[in-house]
C-alpha cells in the first residue's frame, strides 16, 4: 500500500512546533524528522537510560523510534496527544522491545548527566513513589529485592523478562519478588 503524500503547510525551521514537524515528515520532509531528532534525542536518551545499563540498546531504541516517527507520522493525532508524549510512547516500547532480547540488564539509577525537563505524568508518580512511604520501604529492600519489584511494577516487565535483564533465573526472579511483596507489606503496615 502506498503511503498518501501530504504537503506541510510551510516550510520547517527551528522555530516549528512539534506538530508542524510531525505534519512535515507525514509529507516526507528528511529536515522535519532531523529537526525533531536534534529536538527529542537528547532527552529521550536521558530518560531511557534510566531504564536501560546498555547504552547500545538505548541508541538502538531511539534510532527505531525515529525510524518509526518517519514511517507513522501522519496517524499522530495533535487533539489525542502532545507530540512529546506521543514520541515518549514510541521510545519506551522499542527500548522494552529490544530489551525483550537476550543479554540486557534493566536499571532504575539516574544518569550523572542532567537535564532540565518538564516532568511527565510518569516521572511525578515515580517521585511520590521515591519520596513517600512506599519509596522509604523499597530503600530498605536489598538491591536484588529491589530491582525485581522496579522491573515488574514499576517497568512492567513479566518476572520472565525481568529475570533476564536482571541475569537471574526465572526462578530466582519468582522468588525474589515473593520476597520483595512480603517484605513491603511487613514495612507498610
Excluded at 32 to 56: E, I, K, Y
Excluded at 74 to 96: F, G, H, K
Aim: charged share 30%.
Amino acid at each position: 500500500m502506498r503511503r498518501r503524500r501530504q504537503t506541510p503547510a510551510r516550510p520547517v525551521t527551528q522555530d516549528s512546533s512539534d506538530a508542524e514537524l510531525l505534519r512535515a515528515v507525514a509529507a516526507e520532509d528528511m529536515e522535519a524528522l532531523h529537526l525533531l531528532h536534534g529536538r527529542h534525542a537528547p532527552w529521550l536518551r536521558l530518560r531511557l537510560t534510566r531504564r536501560c545499563a546498555d547504552p547500545d540498546v538505548v541508541d538502538a531504541a531511539i534510532q527505531d523510534t525515529f525510524v518509526a516517527i518517519w514511517r507513522d507520522a501522519r496517524r499522530y493525532r495533535e487533539t489525542r496527544a502532545d507530540p512529546a508524549a506521543w514520541i515518549w510512547t514510541i521510545a519506551i516500547r522499542r527500548l522494552v522491545g529490544n530489551l525483550r532480547g537476550p543479554g540486557h540488564r534493566w536499571v532504575g539509577g539516574i544518569p550523572e548527566q542532567d537535564i532540565e525537563t518538564v516532568p511527565s505524568a510518569e516521572d511525578l508518580v515515580l517521585l511520590r513513589v521515591e519520596h513517600g512511604d512506599l519509596g522509604e520501604a523499597l530503600d530498605r529492600l536489598s538491591p536484588e529485592l529491589r530491582a525485581v519489584i522496579q522491573a515488574t511494577a514499576i517497568d512492567g516487565l513479566t518476572v520472565k523478562e525481568a529475570a533476564r535483564c536482571l541475569g537471574v533465573a526465572e526462578g530466582t526472579a519468582k522468588t525474589r519478588l515473593m520476597r520483595a511483596r512480603a517484605r513491603l507489606r511487613e514495612l507498610l503496615a
